[in-house]
Each structure stands twice: as C-alpha cells, then as structure tokens.
C-alpha cells in the first residue's frame, strides 16, 4: 500500500517542494494552503505524476478548517504515514517596537496551526504503531537575530512544541522532528538582491525529510539544522 503524507502550505516554497518530492518517491499526497490558484497549480502537477491527491483551501488560523481538512483526510484515506507542519508566516520587527497584534498573528499561524493538525492526526499514528510528524521551524527558533521579533518567540515555540511531542510519542512508534532551516530560496526572499548560490535549496530540505523518513523504525532524527554554506544571511 503506498504512503501518504500531508503538507500544510503547500501551495509554494518548501512546502510545495516537500509535497512534489514525496509525491515524485511513490506518495499519495494531502496538500492544504490559502492561496487556491497556486495550491491547484500544485495539485495539478501531482497529478500528472500519476500522485493521488487530495488538495483543499484551509486557512491554518481557523481551527475549525483545520478539523475540516483533517476529517476529509481521515475520510479518503484512513491512516496517514506523514505529517509535515510547514504552514508559517514572517514578520520582522523587534519586541520592543513592532506593530502591535504581530505576537498574535504569527503565534496563531506558526504555532497554533502545527498543534491542532499534530493533535487531528496523531490518534490515528499511535493506533497503527507509526507515523512521522515534521514540524518546519527555523534558526530562529534556536537563537534570536536582529528584528526577529515575535517570529523569533514563534518559532522557539514550536520547537517546544517538537520536543514535548517528542518525549510523549516516543513509546508509542511515532517519530517527531523538529526542522530547522536557515535562507531558504523561497519567496521569502524575493528582492533581496542575493544570487540563489547564496541560499539553502527547498529541494536540499524536501530530501533530507524523505531520507530521515526512511532511517528504520528504531530510529529517529529529533532535529536537523540546515544552512547556506556560507552561513547565516
């Protein structure tokens, strides 16, 4: 029976990225994001790599489309093998200064949204023995940087998050890991004048996600962290 992975904001960068990756190794692939042009023209692209997909608008700050999309998941396919968070937002700023309602914001999208997908899906993982739950952090989430801000505070979070997941799957055949990227080549970064040498590849991320999937079942990598080779940008 083939596996099958779920990716939230899917519809560009890593996500998008991790979604074609997986679906190109054999996956049946559940996608999910906001922006439905861009997620279809995703889905579309399984698609003629023969993937089976399910795709659907779901906005991450609202629970109850979250719940939605995960019951329509449980509804097609049952079981999933792979749950990869990756919906997330960036705002700069610093804490002393930034907009206010920024706290709220990216808490909401990048912590918020991974802790009700992981509790939608991981009843079914400690059922069947296995599963594996990626959540996309950052660097950010284990050191702050200038005008970081509350995406900084955000993504020590969801680290938190991996690790408290971590310690209560651990017994229960479910893996978890906490992904830490630096400069990624995404739209994240459009106009900032640096060539695409310069960049982590969302490619280079998508692998080590499948590679880590398939280390055996008694084994877990509990964080990567991963950088241009020149460093931190």
Known sequence: MKKKIVVTGASKGIGKAI???????????????RD?????????????MGVLVISSVCDVTNQQQIL???????KQWGNIDVLVNNAGQYLSGRVIDEPQGHL????????YSAYYFSRAFVGKMMA?????????????????YPNGGSYSISKFAMT???????????????KVTN???????????AGANLPESRFVQANDIAKLLFDTHNLSA????????IRPILGDI
């Open 68 to 74: 939605q999309f995960a019951a329509e998941v449980e």
């Open 218 to 225: 008694s084994a877990v990598v509990e964080e990567l962290v």
């Open 19 to 33: 979604a074609l990756y997986f679906g190109a190794q054999g996956f049946d692939v559940a996608i999910c994001a």
């Open 128 to 144: 069947q023995k296995s599963g594996h739950i990626f959540n996309i952090s950052s660097i950010a989430g284990l050191q702050a």
């Open 160 to 174: 938190g998050l991996s690790k408290a997941l971590r310690e209560e799957l651990k017994n229960e055949g479910v």
């Open 36 to 48: 439905i042009q861009k997620l279809e023209a995703v889905a579309t692209e399984l698609r003629a």
């Open 104 to 111: 709220e914001q990216l808490i909401e999208t990048n912590l």
């Open 179 to 189: 992904v830490a990227p630096g400069a990624t080549y995404t739209d994240s970064w």
